[in-house]
Nanobody
Framework: QLQVVESGGGLVQPGGSLRLSCAASGLTLNYYAIGWFRQAPGKEREGVSC????????NYTDSVKGRFTISRDYAKNTVALQMNSLKPEDTAVYYC????????????????WGKGTLVTVSS
């Protein structure tokens, strides 16, 4: 069974940090572009960041530039999203998803989706 699984969400104070991880079973993430998306209550899902299979290219939505970093660990077959200087507006369910290219990320047309992990930024 092909599964993408997120982990690392939780409650953090404003200004704090969290590190999300994306892993998979039945699927080699190293061969896929990995996108992180988020959906806040009452809002549409938005793309947060994407990294190509060879790690040569990354993309970030403007609101997280300079605060979030996406990276790959090829040995562990995982992708991480390091989130620093978190703000209350970063509160959302975060999803990772896989596709052959980040071109699909921009259209939210990913092939495999995780079920999400909740990030809450609050004092």
């Amino acid at each position: 069974q092909l599964q993408v699984v997120e982990s690392g969400g939780g409650l953090v104070q404003p200004g704090g940090s969290l590190r999300l991880s994306c892993a998979a079973s039945g699927l080699t993430l190293n061969y896929y572009a990995i996108g992180w998306f988020r959906q806040a209550p009452g809002k549409e899902r938005e793309g947060v960041s994407c990294i190509e299979p060879n790690g040569s290219s990354t993309n970030y939505t403007d609101s997280v530039k300079g605060r979030f970093t996406i990276s790959r660990d090829y040995a562990k077959n995982t992708v991480a999203l390091q989130m620093n200087s978190l703000k209350p507006e970063d509160t959302a369910v975060y999803y990772c998803a896989a596709a052959f290219s980040c071109n699909y990320y921009f259209r939210h047309a990913m092939d495999y989706w995780g079920k999400g992990t909740l990030v809450t930024v609050s004092s």
